[in-house]
């Protein structure tokens, strides 16, 4: 049975490379957007809101990437695309280390 999933991908980055990594993202989104099955796919960042002991950051050398899908199978297909191994190669000098949550709905 196939079952929407969201994905929050934590990218961290080395020192004043976040505004070069979040152009070359943003050239990644359309061609992502068209990809069967993605619903949403986008970069955050983190944004201070003065809630206290309860918020992480701000972090200022990281990018979110929050997305949704329609399967874990369209995930799978999304990350072997040729533009994402263009994109992977593209920022490979800018990314110190990710992390990638699976989420299904509850």
Aim: glycine share 4%.
């Amino acid at each position: 049975m196939r079952t929407m999933i969201h994905v929050i991908a934590t990218i961290n980055l080395k020192p004043d490379t976040r505004d070069a990594f979040l152009a070359a993202f943003h050239e990644l989104v359309p061609k992502v957007l068209e990809e069967d099955g993605c619903i949403t796919y986008g970069p955050t960042i983190d944004v201070d809101a003065n809630l206290g002991d309860v918020q992480e950051g701000p972090r200022d050398n990281t990018v979110t990437v929050v997305e949704s899908w329609e399967s874990v199978e369209h995930l799978q297909a999304h990350l072997v695309a040729p533009h994402m191994n263009d994109y992977r190669e593209q920022v490979k000098d800018m990314v110190t280390d990710m992390k990638v949550q699976v989420l299904a709905p509850a």
